[in-house]
T-cell receptor, first 110, second 113 residues
Framework: DVKVTQSSRYLVKRTGEKVFLECVQD?????MFWYRQDPGLGLRLIYF???????EKGDIPEGYSVSREKKERFSLILESASTNQTSMYLC?????????FGPGTRLTVT | AQSVTQPDIHITVSEGASLELRCNYS??????LFWYVQSPGQGLQLLLK??????LVQGIKGFEAEFKRSQSSFNLRKPSVHWSDAAEYFC???????????FGTGTRLTIIP
């Protein structure tokens, strides 16, 4: 079974803090994705990576950056957290066209 | 650009009743279509997918979906729902050569006894 893990299930941060969300997959997949999920908006793609050190902007990259130094790990970085970044963040890895999701991190920025 | 519409935000169904969740997509080429389920507090799990071939596809947990090209639809069905089916359901679309998925806004399913 594919396993995608995320470093935290719940996270509370203050406005202006730098926030790191970590995602690790154990299936040697090349493609990995970061989404945010908000009620009524579904899943929106923030960034994705198709190889180590390769990244591409998704639909809502503003305020976020990513890092992929190793194939199994894909990090989402909020350089200066703001209250409008309070959301559920989902990571996925991909084999073929099928995506496998982690359990999500619910981030609250106060 | 491709898009996915799930017209029903919330559906309530009695346990044992049949279920149909609607999904319409907009895309010029042959789509790859997916249904995912998200239980409360969890990530998304793939229920089923359609790439080509038989337009009626079977998935896990007793779900099926039918691809209708003429209606640009990929509706999810289950003949008899169980209380454990209460969750949020997402339809998604992609296509050959495009690894990115476009998701619908989701349908929340409530099951009543």
């Amino acid at each position: 079974d594919v396993k995608v893990t995320q470093s935290s299930r719940y996270l509370v941060k203050r406005t202006g803090e730098k926030v790191f969300l970590e995602c690790v997959q154990d299936m040697d997949h090349e493609n990995m994705f970061w989404y945010r999920q908000d009620p009524g908006l579904g899943l929106r793609l923030i960034y994705f990576s198709y190889d180590v050190k390769m990244k591409e902007k998704g639909d809502i990259p503003e305020g976020y950056s990513v890092s992929r130094e190793k194939k199994e790990r894909f990090s989402l970085i909020l350089e200066s957290a703001s209250t409008n970044q309070t959301s559920m963040y989902l990571c996925a890895s991909q084999s073929g066209y099928e995506q496998y999701f982690g359990p999500g991190t619910r981030l609250t920025v106060t | 650009a491709q898009s996915v519409t799930q017209p029903d935000i919330h559906i309530t169904v009695s346990e044992g009743a049949s279920l149909e969740l609607r999904c319409n997509y907009s895309y010029g080429a042959t789509p790859y279509l997916f249904w995912y389920v998200q239980s409360p507090g969890q990530g998304l799990q793939l229920l089923l997918k359609y790439f080509s071939g038989d337009t009626l596809v079977q998935g896990i947990k007793g779900f099926e979906a039918e691809f209708k090209r003429s209606q640009s639809s990929f509706n999810l069905r289950k003949p008899s729902v169980h209380w454990s089916d209460a969750a949020e359901y997402f339809c998604a679309v992609s296509n050959f050569g495009n690894e990115k998925l476009t998701f619908g806004t989701g349908t929340r399913l409530t099951i009543i006894p």
